[in-house]
């Protein structure tokens, strides 16, 4: 018989805590719905009581196979658990399971709290019991357990085993602040089991402040314990949680866990995991990591050629498990250190056939090596790699040409006396044989370019109406004020898709139009499904 494992998401509650991340109540739905979908043990939505958005959150239940857990502070000691009125909004949330929060390091009880180490164990009794009297799943989360067990063993036990006593139905052991060591976790849960809490009642709560929540998590699990709290993505406050999208495919593809452990999570759902992971960045507005284990975009991803050959004949070769898995996929990239393997392949995933004898796959490798010398990188640069892949082995229709573009910067004092700076760019496009002029103004000479570009760009216009410039890099290439410089620009469009052009020049005005250039032509081929498509691995 394997043992279950249960998953608890606190990404709306302490992944909240987040520096820059503030989730609205619709925000809060929506993550909800995807936890939920996902097949997610329990999903703690917040702290109801404590601020208008999570009270909002918690007037009706968001789960619907999910349990959905209130998390708050065991009750004020000195006041009785029927007189909080925090633990009384608690208790009457739409939720399923409250999650309590408990000191156990006798240096925060005195320090935090100040009352006595009984106060604090007989508040974390009384609010469990009120919790299981209100028909809610009690839990406590041991606040500090580790660094408390090792500066106080007694008294950090006394408060775990008090937690059990009363009821809880998970005895959670809090890394808070992320500084103990896998074996000092493995060790402390097997001292926490022979006090008589059995591992089927304890949980683990990681903070990645020394980068190894997800290893002192697993480290828990082998010790014991049977809940593992984290967050989508590793999001959290300082250095963040551990991640459950890089513990859940661990446990269920590893055999070291996979053969002992199952999960709520179906196979199915976890080749969902990377549409989960990106998804969760896109409604935070920011862009995914690119080497998040399982999901990145270069988790599976090959740059050297010796290794590319190898992947092509047997992908276990450098592969840990099959990409398609975890719903990702494999990338064999093309830059001045892969040969022909690479191209090939990158070039047969894009729907691009060429003979590995056709002199015009020389030539492209050639040209790509030639450019990468000057400052280019394909590697990551996606869109504009398929664009010259594609004029170099066949051709790229002419949708448009710019004739001439001239970008103005003005620095001056506006009527009211404020010193402003404003950029405005013209821009001449002849489409059809036909001539058109755009003005336009920005804030910076890019943002201008980009605008007045995009202005009017004839029967064109409507089919870049939804796309958009999300992200722009630079890249000093060489020192000096006449420096090379290399220009990277991400694009998408209202289907989701994202894609990289790049752009080099000793004019970053320059650099920054090719980019922008080959953008544009990448969205009207992929309208069109003349590129974009992943034809074959």
Known sequence: MKSRIHLFD??????????????????????????????????????????????????????????????????????????????????????????????????????????????????????????????KEPMVDCEHFFDGYKANPGYALACAKAAHAAGARWVVLCDTNGGTQPSEVRAIVAAVIAAGIPGEALGIHAHDDTGQAVANSLAAVEAGVRQIQGTLNGIGERCGNANLVTLIPTLMLKPAFADRFVTGI??????????LSRSFDELLNRAPDAQAPYVGSSAFATKAGIHASALLKEPQTYEHVPPESVGNRRRVMVSDQGGKANFIAELKRRGIP???????????????????????????????????????????????????????IERRFDANGNLKTV??????????????????????????????????????????????????????????????????????????????????????????????????????????EMAGLVAAE
């Open 10 to 135: 606190t990404t709306l509650r302490d992944g909240q805590q987040t520096p820059g991340v503030d989730f609205s109540v619709e925000d809060k739905i929506a993550i909800a719905a995807m936890l939920d979908g996902f097949g997610i043990d329990y999903v703690e939505g917040g702290y109801p009581g404590a601020n208008p958005t999570d009270t909002a959150f918690f007037e009706k239940k968001r789960t619907a196979r999910a349990k959905f857990v209130a998390f708050g502070m065991t009750k004020r000691v000195g006041v009785s658990a029927s007189n909080d009125p925090g633990l009384a909004a608690i208790l009457q949330s739409a939720s399923d399971a409250v999650c309590f929060v408990a000191k156990s390091w006798d240096y925060h009880v005195r320090v935090a709290l100040g009352c006595t180490e009984d106060e604090n164990l007989d508040a974390i009794r009384a609010s469990v019991e009120a919790a299981a009297a209100a028909g």
């Open 266 to 275: 179906s196979t199915e759902r976890l080749a969902g995991i990377a549409r």
């Open 354 to 408: 060429v003979d590995r004898a056709d002199h015009r796959l020389d030539r492209l490798i050639a040209l790509v090596k030639e450019r990468e010398a000057e400052g280019y990188a394909y590697e990551g640069a996606d869109a504009s790699f398929e664009l010259l892949a594609r004029r170099t082995l066949g051709t790229v229709p002419a949708f448009f040409e710019v004739t001439s573009f001239r970008c103005m």
């Open 423 to 528: 950029s405005e760019a013209i821009v001449k496009v002849e489409i059809d044989g036909e001539e058109r002029m755009s003005v336009a103004e920005g804030k910076g000479p890019v943002n201008a370019l980009d605008i007045a570009l995009r202005k009017d760009l004839g029967k064109f216009q409507a089919e870049i109406g939804d796309m958009e410039l999300v992200d722009f890099k630079v890249r000093i290439l060489n020192g000096g004020t006449e420096a090379i410089t290399r220009v990277l620009i991400e694009s998408r469009d209202g289907t989701g898709a994202r894609w990289w052009t790049v752009g080099v020049s000793d004019n970053i005005i320059d650099a920054s139009f090719q980019a922008l250039m080959d953008s544009i032509v990448y969205k009207l081929m992929k309208n069109r």
